[in-house]
């Protein structure tokens, strides 16, 4: 006679069918787009150094700036005319801030060509003493002696306090610029250094009084 149930001790626990759960997908996604980035960043700065040296690398150390050429416009070559057919070199002579005179170091007396238009023109340039001043002329002796007269028209131009060519005395220190024509030497510019340097001093500010030490009581 056959069993009509299988016995206790023989029956076998039945299979758990229920799923298994589904890979914490949510929790691992964050840390895989966070490792993405990391990476993305890491690229751009090695990117980004590659690109730094290359351009480095590209520029030339030895480039250098050219200096300009000796003799450029308005540098006054020696012994070519100046600006305007002036004197040459770009000589500034021995007007205001020209470094001639008496005791400066410089040329005393001098006389030098230069072109005119379709010709050419005579400078005479002198520092010295003057030995005789009228309206109408003026007359100066260098150190070494050497004496010239010049004329004194409305052209000169006096440098010599209020009363011009009038301010000048025999003996003052002058600088002079003429240009000979015609015969003639005539005065272009007179610098009469004795009475500017005279009425500069007028000027110039008094110093501060001294200071009186204390006295001390003993």
Do not use: C
Request: glycine share 14%; hydrophobic share 30%; charged share 15%.
């Amino acid at each position: 006679m056959q069993p009509t149930s299988t016995p206790p001790w023989e029956r076998q626990p039945a299979a758990d069918l229920t799923p298994a759960p589904a890979p914490d997908s949510p929790r691992r996604a964050p840390v895989a787009r966070r490792v993405a980035a990391i990476g993305a960043t890491s690229v751009a700065i090695v990117l980004a150094g590659w690109i730094g040296v290359a351009v480095a690398d590209n520029t030339d150390p030895t480039t250098t700036t050219t200096p300009p050429a000796a003799g450029a416009a308005g540098a006054g070559a020696p012994g070519m005319p100046g600006p305007k057919g002036g004197p040459p070199g770009g000589f500034r002579g021995f007007g205001p801030g020209g470094k001639g005179g008496p005791g400066g170091g410089g040329a005393v007396h001098g006389q030098f060509t230069v072109p005119n238009g379709s010709g050419f023109r005579t400078i005479d340039q002198q520092a010295g003493e003057v030995t005789a001043v009228s309206h109408d002329s003026i007359s100066v002796k260098s150190p070494d002696g050497f004496t010239k007269t010049y004329s004194v028209t409305d052209n000169t131009l006096v440098n010599a306090g209020r009363d011009g060519i009038g301010s000048v005395k025999t003996g003052d220190k002058v600088n002079v610029d003429a240009i000979e024509h015609d015969g003639t030497v005539e005065a272009v510019n007179i610098n009469d250094q004795t009475t500017n340097s005279a009425i500069h001093d007028h000027w110039k500010p008094a110093p501060p009084p001294a200071k009186t030490p204390p006295t001390t009581t003993p």
